[in-house]
Each structure stands twice: as C-alpha cells, then as structure tokens.
C-alpha cells in the first residue's frame, strides 16, 4: 500500500500535487504576494520539501491572484529601516531561500502570472525557466529606495543577460515588460495571460517523459557554475544591502513611501 506524503501547511503558501508536478503558490494575492517576515521564513522551508519530495518531479513556482510578487511588504521594509538589526537577521533566510533554489535537483518552473519586482524578481529569475503572461512586467528598483540588489539581483541578471545589460536595469530599477524581458533572454517565454497554465503544463509534460535521473542530473550540472559564482557574491552582496539599509537616502525612500500610502487611505 503505497502511502502519501502529506503536503505542509503554510501561512503565506499553497501548496498542491497534480500529476507528479508539485506548485508552490505564494498566498498573499491582497498584497501582490509582497515578502514579510513569514513569507522569507516559509521560503526558506519550501524548497527543502520541494527536494524531498518523492511524489513530484517537477514544481512550478507562481502567485496568488493579479501578481507574482511585489517584492518586499511596506510594512516589513518600515520595520527594517527602523530596525536594522531585524534586516541582519534575515540574511540567513535570504540565503537558505537562495541556495535551495539552486539546489534543487527538479526542473523549477517559474508560473510568472503577474509583474515581478525586487525580490519578486530575483525569485523568478532564480528558476530555471520563466513563463511568463505578457501582462506582466519585471525589474529590480532597490536603488530607487536607496539598496543595493544585493538579495541575488546583481548575481543572477548579469548571468542571465550579460553585465552590460544588467548594469542598464539594475542601475536605474526600470521595469520590463514581459515582452521585452523574453526579447533579451531575462525570461524564457511570454504568452498570452489565458495561455499561460496551458504553456505550462505543456513544459512540464515536456520534461517528465524524459528520463528523470538525466533531467536532474543535468540540471545539477547547469547549476555548477552559477552555484560558484552565488557562493562567491551573496555575501558581499547581502553586507551591501545591509549597509544601504541604515542609509540616509533608504530613510528618505521610506519616508516618502509612508506618506504616499498614508495619502492612498
């Protein structure tokens, strides 16, 4: 009698089994699925059981509702800027959340259905491959509130779009729309909104009837050289940011961010 390997229960994910394909849903769609504290926390978990998981052999990973993630929650970044120790603190889970993505054996399909920024970005762009709807848009704008990308941003665009490119985006924050980010190779494919679940079923399906040891293993392969140069740069990258968070020009940004949501109310 075969026994199934019940799925774990998440504050801030959904998590469901359709035909050996695991999706992992971040569940916070009346934010656009913005990371707060217990997001970074169940991130760092996930994929952990998305490895050991002996009943799947793909994940698609994707947001709830109209985005795929907004990047930080305000209310999260106005506790960090005050606190900056708390900032200190999550550099672990940043890190956990990062190399489990990369350590991850399975193909990680990124269900992009909805704009991507920030760290929504870097999330996406850390899966091996991005559909995404041709609504969306995608960017990385920490130096508009005065961060350095340190979260893997300045890691992962330069590997996926050279470093000219990526210095043009990261350098200004300007967002992409999906289109134009599958025109320079930042994301794989951008469909329609109402094809999207259909394109990827279609890759998953694709991937599944080949052997599952070869698509793993060269999977693990691929990642050889971009696990080198994460584990190299996240470090710097995450002090860097950790710096720029008790920076003058990040207090400003988020005094600025206060008062526009206080005059959205």
Not at 91 to 117: E, Q, W
Not at 204 to 219: E, H, I, L, P, Y
Not at 246 to 265: F, L, P
């Amino acid at each position: 009698m075969t026994t199934t390997i019940a799925l774990p229960d998440y504050e801030t994910l959904v998590l469901e089994r359709q035909d050996r394909v695991l999706t992992i849903t971040m569940n916070r769609p009346e934010l656009m699925n913005a990371v707060n504290l217990k997001l970074h926390e169940e991130l760092a978990e996930v994929f952990y059981f998305a490895a050991k998981d002996t009943e799947s052999d793909v994940v698609v990973f994707t947001g709830a509702g109209r985005a795929f993630s907004a990047g930080g929650d305000l209310d999260h970044i106005l506790s960090n800027a005050a606190n900056p120790d708390l900032f200190d603190e999550e550099v672990r889970l940043a890190k956990r959340i990062v190399f489990s993505m990369l350590d991850l054996d399975k193909p990680l399909v990124c269900r992009m259905n909805g704009h991507a920024v920030g760290l929504g970005a870097t999330l996406a762009l850390f899966c091996d491959v991005i559909f995404a709807a041709d609504t969306a848009k995608i960017g990385d704008p920490h130096v508009a509130v005065g961060l350095v990308a340190g979260d893997g941003g300045a890691i992962i665009w330069p590997q996926l779009i050279g470093l000219a490119r990526a210095k043009e985006y990261l350098l200004t924050g300007e967002l992409l729309s999906a289109p134009k980010a599958a025109e320079i190779g930042l994301i794989n494919h951008c469909v329609p909104a109402d094809q999207l679940d259909e394109a990827v079923a279609a890759f998953c399906d694709r991937v599944q009837k080949g052997s599952r040891n070869a698509v793993r293993w060269t999977k693990v392969l691929l990642n050889q050289e971009l696990n080198r140069v994460t584990h190299s740069l996240l470090d710097t990258g995450l002090a860097y940011e950790a710096v720029s968070i008790r920076s003058e020009d990040h207090k400003n940004a988020v005094k600025a961010m206060q008062a526009r949501a206080a005059e959205k109310k």
